[in-house]
């Protein structure tokens, strides 16, 4: 009588065990498979975007930074990456918008050298293919369009980086390069004492991303 006794006991304590079992909890594995299946989106935010430029002058090449504080986006996508979110996009920049943080360098800079160019208001472009890690754009400056190839980078896939060399001998804008050292030659003087301002010019833009998941 005994020993049916223990047996009864521990048949209910198996049963019991196997009825609280996490291999039979149905709505956490559907949970599960629910946010396994959840796909983010990227949406472009206007308010975190900057676009810089780097200057160079001298014959040591010494960097001169600024931003452009006026500038548009159109045509910006929701996607899963940021190339799917800059595929096909236009931009507009106005060149009066040029910041340097000293005022009289900017108003030397849009009078001497956006403003002799053929198109002083503005510099508009066109992305044309975007993969992983790069953007080919054209760019239209001085009533040139050029193709320009910039380097895309992400960070957690949200941070966004796009930036390029541009040599402004491309879109025949020496004279404008010329005009604006001609008008700061001192201030473009190396050790050397030679003048120099460089027709290369730094762009980049950086965004961060917002992540949006249902």
Known sequence: MKSIFNYSIALVIVSSLIACGGGHNHEGRDNANKTAGTECVLNYNADSTKLAWTAYKTTEKVAVGGTFDQFKMAGVNQGKTAAEVFENVKFEIISASVNSNN????????????????????????????????????????????????????????????????????????????????????????????????????????????????
């Not at 360098?105 to 849009?110: E, L, M, N, T």
């Not at 054209?138 to 009533?143: A, D, Q, T, Y």
């Open 103 to 214: 005022h009289e360098r900017d108003k030397k800079i849009s009078d001497h050298f956006f403003g002799i160019m053929a198109q002083a208001v503005e510099i508009t472009g066109t992305v044309d293919e975007i993969g992983e890690d790069y953007a080919d754009v054209f760019i239209e400056m001085n009533g040139i369009s050029m193709k320009q190839k910039f380097d895309l980078k992400t960070d957690d896939a949200t941070y966004c980086t796009i930036a390029t060399d541009l040599n402004l001998e491309d879109w025949d804008a020496l004279n404008s390069v010329n005009a604006l050292n001609e008008i700061c030659f001192d201030l473009h003087k190396g050790a050397d004492g030679e003048s120099k301002l460089w027709s290369e010019v730094r762009i980049e833009l950086t965004v961060q991303l917002d992540k949006v998941c249902p």
